[in-house]
């Protein structure tokens, strides 16, 4: 059984955040790779892009940083050099530059590091579960799925319980501002200039950068040097200090990707229990906890596609890509290319190897928050399914209208408690 099957018609418009209202278009994305894995698409909303849609050639692409630059935005949106440099967080930056971000970071997302908040999750995952699954009915999106990421949230930024709801709304508004449930200011529907140098080009950039001052300011005057906060603000080997605006849109990043990515991966997985029943047996033998992770996250897929832009002429598949087009990479059609997954719509927990590209594997901008969105994912579901006997949908889940942030926004289920 598969879990869900695509409706659209095949030729879905995948520059219309309104496309993916009902879920990623895996027909067009299965067309295209077959018939026009580089496809082009003009676009009303700006410059034309690129589609490249087959697992083997986003791979092939994707680690290639000198031909694919990351440098000019990571979405098909059109920027100027001017709001670009006001916005962009090291996703949107090359090497060598990128790791010059990257490195004062990455030892705090550091798998050992990581390993040592599972006892921290474990009892988070109590705290949210029990109370939700006796509700017998409840949406799993809100209930469950949104809970765990964001109070996980205020361990890593040390932030007050109390301000997690707020950051969570204002991360939401940020980078689901397609949604007209997450924002007033819907990106494609109004006129947001005001909001250009914003990240995101969001006013709840500025509401976060003025949070995150204020955090950062009470922390001094407490003492407080601990936490990632502090240790991004350290020199770096070279002796720089990131700039102000580079530390604010990179808090704004780890509020709003920190929380999304595993939200919405923990929801296709509820999903994935929900439409296929024997998904929940196979987890609760225990003999797939190695696996059944990224096989979630697979599934989920909550970066849709980045952008790349390309920094020369080039040929591929007989056609011509030109210096300064936008080239998407497709992560959602490479994690359903039934040429690297064997029956692709269905979950298989002891699938190995999972070559799923959720966490941009293959270049130099591979997910910084990898090993805390498996951990994640792996205990809360170790705690879900030792409680229950069975899952049921409750009525239509809703996906984000979103073509860049893939997710089930709203999820209704019934749980049968062991």
């Known amino acids: 059984m598969t879990v869900w099957t695509p409706s659209d018609d095949g030729y879905a418009d995948l520059s219309s955040h309104g496309t993916f209202a009902q879920g990623a278009p895996h027909n067009t994305f299965a067309r295209l790779r077959r018939?026009?894995?580089?496809?082009?698409?003009?676009?009303?909303?700006?410059?034309?892009?690129?589609?490249?849609?087959?697992?083997?050639?986003?791979?092939?692409?994707?680690?290639?940083?000198?031909?694919?630059?990351?440098?000019?935005?990571?979405?098909?949106?059109?920027?100027?050099?001017?709001?670009?440099?006001?916005?962009?967080?090291?996703?949107?930056?090359?090497?060598?530059?990128?790791?010059?971000?990257?490195?004062?970071?990455?030892?705090?997302?550091?798998?050992?590091?990581?390993?040592?908040?599972?006892?921290?999750?474990?009892?988070?995952?109590?705290?949210?579960?029990?109370?939700?699954?006796?509700?017998?009915?409840?949406?799993?999106?809100?209930?469950?799925?949104?809970?765990?990421?964001?109070?996980?949230?205020?361990?890593?930024?040390?932030?007050p319980d109390e301000d997690l709801p707020w950051l969570v709304e204002k991360g939401d508004a940020l980078i689901a501002n397609t949604d007209p449930d997450f924002t007033d200011h819907v990106l494609d529907k109004m006129e947001t200039d005001a909001f250009r140098m914003m990240p995101f080009n969001s006013p709840a950039g500025a509401e976060l950068y003025q949070y995150a001052k204020e955090l950062m300011e009470h922390k001094t005057a407490q003492g407080d040097t601990d936490g990632i906060l502090n240790m991004i603000l350290q020199p770096g080997r070279d002796g720089n200090v990131i700039s102000e605006t580079e530390f604010r849109n990179f808090f704004c990043l780890l509020v709003a990707a920190g929380n999304d990515t595993t939200r919405y991966s923990i929801a296709a997985g509820i999903q994935a229990l929900a439409h296929q029943p024997e998904l929940l047996s196979q987890l609760q033998t225990g003999d797939h906890w190695d696996t059944a992770p990224d096989e979630i996250i697979r599934w989920a897929t909550p970066a849709l596609y980045f952008r790349r832009t390309a920094t020369r002429d080039f040929e591929m598949h007989g056609k011509t890509v030109r210096e300064g087009d936008k080239v998407l990479l497709w992560f959602s059609s490479a994690n359903r290319d039934d040429a690297v997954f064997d029956d692709p719509f269905r979950v298989d927990p002891a699938r190995t190897p999972n070559k799923h590209l959720s966490f941009g594997q293959g270049g130099p901008h591979v997910c910084l928050g990898m090993w805390l969105a498996r951990l994640e994912v792996r205990v809360l579901f170790e705690e879900l399914v030792k409680r229950i006997r069975k899952v049921e949908p409750a009525g239509p889940h809703q996906f984000l209208r979103s073509n860049f942030v893939g997710g089930i926004k709203s999820l209704p289920v019934t749980v049968t408690p062991a």
């Open 35 to 159: 018939d026009d894995p580089l496809s082009w698409t003009d676009w009303d909303g700006g410059a034309g892009f690129w589609s490249v849609t087959r697992h083997e050639d986003i791979v092939k692409l994707n680690g290639n940083f000198e031909l694919m630059s990351s440098a000019r935005g990571i979405r098909m949106e059109d920027q100027s050099y001017e709001e670009y440099l006001a916005r962009r967080t090291f996703q949107e930056t090359d090497p060598p530059e990128h790791m010059k971000t990257r490195v004062k970071v990455a030892k705090a997302f550091s798998k050992p590091v990581i390993a040592e908040f599972e006892d921290q999750i474990r009892e988070l995952c109590d705290d949210i579960l029990d109370p939700a699954l006796e509700m017998g009915t409840l949406d799993a999106t809100k209930e469950i799925a949104r809970q765990l990421p964001m109070r996980m949230l205020g361990r890593i930024l040390g932030t």
